[in-house]
Nanobody
Framework: QVQLVDDGGGLVQPGGSLRLSCAVS????????IGWFRQAPGTRGRDGVACMFSSDSSTYYADFVKGRFTISRDNDKNMIYLQMNNLTPEDTAVYYC?????????????????????WGQGTQVTVSS
């Protein structure tokens, strides 16, 4: 069982930056993929933002964050990070760290290949002037 604790959200002005963190109870051998989802205010679903495969550290991003967000990890600290730059009000959402226990197949247009067998509690990001 992998436990995730995400943190780092807050209020930031448009154009600003934030770095989210996710503390992982297990190591890279305990999950196949790890990354972030977000849920915007007033919406019911969560959108995949970015993910990383444990095996080779390959990364995947949603089109709406490419070039602005970067996912990274520190294996020594069992931490996952999401560096978010050039934030816009449309990035306002609750961000959730998530991890997959197993590898899955996804449709071509699915987005970052992450399902979410394990979830963090979420951290609020608000982009507003």
């Amino acid at each position: 069982q992998v436990q995730l604790v995400d943190d780092g959200g807050g209020l930031v002005q448009p154009g600003g930056s934030l770095r989210l963190s996710c503390a992982v109870s297990g190591g890279p051998s305990d999950y196949f993929a790890i990354g972030w989802f977000r849920q915007a205010p007033g919406t019911r679903g969560r959108d995949g933002v970015a993910c990383m495969f444990s095996s080779d550290s390959s990364t995947y991003y949603a089109d709406f964050v490419k070039g602005r967000f970067t996912i990274s990890r520190d294996n020594d600290k069992n931490m996952i990070y999401l560096q978010m730059n050039n934030l816009t009000p449309e990035d306002t959402a609750v961000y959730y760290c998530a991890a997959d226990r197993i590898r899955r197949k996804y449709p071509r247009d699915y987005g970052p290949p992450l399902f979410g067998d394990y979830w963090g509690q979420g951290t609020q990001v608000t982009v507003s002037s």
